[in-house]
């Protein structure tokens, strides 16, 4: 599970190599589109990672907050906080990689013409649940402590 705060950069780690499938390319043709889905109000974010190292058997994500969300920039706005569930696709290059529009998918149904610098979506390589925290500060809930009163606080009934 992610553990993310609102109005924050999230950099996580996530299993993808394990279940690659276009193995028929160099890893520096591989880009993940990751899908944020909020589980309260089911808003979706889509977002390729401002930072994007493949290990031998996982992936170093970092999405950068912003409160206009940005999918080729990596730019994320989590807010509710609550639970979100989170799937990335696995999206591949013949050629070199442009993440921009016109040449990277924006959802994982998108369908780009041929060609070496358009990304074809690959198919679901991971999923799972995110849990995002409100800042400090920021709560949805907030309260406020007051000063213990000087003399005795009496409640009566009925008033």
């Known amino acids: ?4 705060i609102t109005e924050t950069n999230l950099t996580t780690y996530l299993q993808t190599e394990d279940n690659r499938i276009d193995t028929s390319v160099s ?13 309260m ?29 940005d999918v080729y920039t ?12 989170y799937e990335v696709y696995e999206v591949a290059w013949s050629g070199a990689v442009a ?3 016109g040449n990277a998918p924006v959802t994982e149904d998108d369908v780009l013409p041929v060609g070496p610098t ?6 679901l390589v991971t999923k799972g649940k995110m849990y995002v925290a409100d800042k400090s500060g920021t709560e949805q809930v ?10 005795t606080n009496y409640i009566y009934y009925g008033q």
């Open 1 to 4: 599970m992610i553990q993310a």
């Open 27 to 39: 890893s520096d043709k591989i880009r993940h589109l990751v899908k944020f889905s909020n589980d």
């Open 41 to 69: 109000d089911k808003s979706i974010q889509y977002a390729y990672s401002t930072v994007h190292l493949i290990y031998n058997r996982y992936t170093k994500f970092v999405f950068d907050y912003n409160a206009t969300p």
């Open 74 to 85: 990596g730019r994320v706005d989590f807010t509710p906080a609550g639970y979100y569930k």
């Open 99 to 101: 993440i921009s529009a």
């Open 118 to 123: 358009h990304g074809v979506v690959k198919g």
């Open 142 to 151: 907030q309260y406020t402590q007051r000063q213990e009163p000087s003399g």
